[in-house]
């Protein structure tokens, strides 16, 4: 029976199903932790089959097919061979080359040896970062989500192992994009970052996500991101659906933590604190200056 290549839809369905159940098993793992190797196994087989996805998706499917007698054969060189021809020929790549080939180093050793070469965090690191290079670089490309595929256990959010490796991509995260990191305020991870930089269902650009819970926070119709009164950071975040006696609303900062009230002003709507600017009371309305103040006179 002659081999014949799979279809680019072949490889979607079948690198969506084995991250699916390798984030299963990356869940169940909290409680059985020799599930990780599981969870590593699947997610080695998931990035393998996204990498075949992308390349056939692309048009490119004979940049990692065999060549026997000067033609092209129905069949793929080494994976590592794929993972060095991608890293080596594409700028957005977030990392992960160095980590992608522990994985297929620990893949082989646990199929054929039995062995494991890892200790289970860095396992964990490890499956974390391909969940989210697979997400980023298929919605870069062809404007599909992988998050939004996957069925999130519950629970996930509060789990070491996932919160410790999506802050290590983050950090990558951060640097390779230039924006600023905050903690969110859902889940309290170090995670939280412009949905301009990663985006998951529809993120708004505005907005900010988390991606430990992918809790989200519109910045333009739901909250207002203000200088820090307190730490100078620009990550004061205001309620600003959810008014409070006295023209002031609840707001925290993303930094340092410091959750005080900021008022409105009456006149000009821009918010402020005390501390900074003290508030001007006049015909039961405040204002931030006398100027505001004295305008309707």
């Known amino acids: 029976m002659s081999k014949t290549l799979p279809s680019a839809e072949e490889l979607e369905t079948a690198y969506i199903e084995f991250a699916c159940f390798s984030l299963q098993l990356f869940k169940e793992a909290a409680n059985d932790p020799k599930k990780f190797k599981f969870a590593a196994v699947n997610s080695q087989i998931a990035l393998e089959l996204f990498f075949k996805y992308y390349f056939t998706s692309s048009g490119k499917v004979k940049d990692i097919t065999k060549i026997k007698n000067g033609v092209a054969a129905n069949d793929y060189v080494d994976f590592a061979q794929i993972l060095n021809h991608y890293f080596n020929t594409h700028r957005l790549n977030l990392g992960g080359k160095t980590e992608f080939k522990n994985l297929i180093h620990c893949r082989n050793a646990l199929v054929h040896r039995g062995q494991l070469t890892?200790?289970?965090?860095?396992?964990?690191?490890?499956?974390?970062?391909?969940?989210?290079?697979?997400?980023?670089?298929?919605?870069?490309?062809?404007?599909?989500?992988?998050?939004?595929?996957?069925?999130?256990?519950?629970?996930?959010?509060?789990?070491?192992?996932?919160?410790?490796?999506?802050?290590?991509?983050?950090?990558?995260?951060?640097?390779?994009?230039?924006?600023?990191?905050?903690?969110?305020?859902?889940?309290?991870?170090?995670?939280?970052?412009?949905?301009?930089?990663?985006?998951?269902?529809?993120?708004?650009?505005?907005?900010?996500?988390?991606?430990?819970?992918?809790?989200?926070?519109?910045?333009?119709?739901?909250?207002n991101l203000l200088d820090c009164y307190r730490c100078g950071d620009r990550?004061?975040?205001?309620?600003?659906?959810?008014?409070?006696?006295?023209?002031?609303?609840?707001?925290?900062?993303?930094?340092?933590?410091?959750?005080?009230?900021?008022?409105?002003c009456s006149y000009c709507e821009e918010f402020f604190h005390p501390s900074e600017t003290p508030p001007v009371e006049r015909d039961q309305h405040i204002y931030c200056s006398h100027d505001c103040s004295h305008y309707y006179e």
């Open 118 to 223: 890892l200790p289970d965090a860095e396992l964990a690191k490890i499956v974390v970062r391909s969940f989210f290079f697979m997400h980023a670089i298929s919605r870069f490309h062809f404007g599909k989500e992988l998050f939004s595929q996957l069925k999130m256990p519950s629970g996930l959010a509060r789990m070491k192992a996932w919160r410790e490796g999506v802050h290590e991509f983050v950090q990558d995260l951060i640097c390779t994009a230039d924006t600023p990191l905050f903690t969110c305020i859902h889940c309290q991870a170090d995670s939280m970052v412009s949905g301009e930089a990663f985006q998951i269902d529809d993120c708004f650009d505005e907005a900010l996500i988390c991606l430990t819970c992918f809790g989200q926070v519109n910045i333009e119709f739901q909250t």
């Open 235 to 264: 990550a004061y975040l205001i309620d600003i659906l959810n008014p409070q006696e006295c023209q002031t609303y609840v707001g925290k900062c993303l930094e340092c933590g410091v959750n005080t009230r900021m008022f409105k």
